[in-house]
């Protein structure tokens, strides 16, 4: 099994260097596609598109999406739609390729401040390693993808009580 | 039977590696977009630096750099 390891980008904020977990990818959708980040985000439930990368970098129109309901995160809620993107990220001959439901804010000035790659589906597929201390050095830091290809047997695990 | 060792490879390429260690203040606020491990355009829009650099046929790595405050 081959694990993919990528180095933090650092963005320095009042004098201080963040570390963020960004993934370097392709994102496509139909014949147009880009090179660009996303931000690996263990914190949110789903996926989600800044709204000028979908027009912009992939040509969607989103004044034709249809809502799914509502969004919402530390600043506020949305209204969201979900597309469909081919995201494709890796080295060489290790490249992985999957599609991703990502939502898209319906409405202006509603984007987080980077697109997202949330729990569901990526951290199904994948196990991520955060790693900001592996070297004594706090501005160094990396991040590792560990393709989840051989899930266990779920018949030998205690499931939780179903909720309602 | 022991487990297969994990091979790791580091995935982020040359332009990736040569982003991370470059101070990005100058550029909060806008669009940039890396090719051969140097900014070959900026601006306030992901369509203005897609633009210019795919008019010099480039086909460029593109980051934004957000507004300058963490994030929860």
């Avoid at chain 1, 949330?118 to 951290?123: D, L, T, W």
């Avoid at chain 2, 995935?11 to 070959?40: M, T």
């Amino acid at each position: 099994m081959v694990a993919l390891s990528y180095s933090f980008v650092r963005y320095r904020i009042n004098d201080e260097v963040v570390l963020r977990p960004c993934l370097k990818c392709t994102l496509g959708y139909g014949s147009k596609s880009f090179e660009t980040y996303l931000l690996v985000d263990s914190g949110a439930d789903c996926s989600m598109l800044r709204r000028e990368e979908a027009i912009d970098g992939l040509g969607i129109d989103v004044t034709k999406l249809r809502s799914i309901g509502q969004t919402g995160g530390i600043g506020g809620s949305t209204k969201v739609a979900i597309v469909e993107v081919d995201l494709r990220f890796g080295q060489r001959q290790h490249m992985f390729e999957m599609k991703i439901p990502m939502q898209v804010s319906l409405e202006e000035g509603k984007d987080p401040s980077l697109s997202l790659l949330g729990r569901n589906p990526f951290f199904y597929k994948f196990r991520v390693d955060f790693r900001m201390g592996y070297t004594d050095d706090p501005t160094l830091g990396k991040f590792i993808l560990y393709p989840e290809d051989n899930p266990r047997n779920a018949a030998k695990f205690k499931k939780p009580p179903a909720y309602g | 039977m022991k487990a297969k060792a994990e091979e790791v490879i580091e995935a982020g390429g040359a332009d990736h590696e040569w982003l991370v260690s470059q101070n990005l203040a100058p550029y909060v606020g806008k669009w940039i977009a890396v090719s051969d491990r140097r900014i070959v355009a900026f601006g306030p829009t992901l369509r203005e630096v897609l633009t210019r650099a795919r008019a010099d046929g480039v086909e460029p790595l593109c980051l934004r750099v957000p507004e300058g405050y963490v994030t929860v």
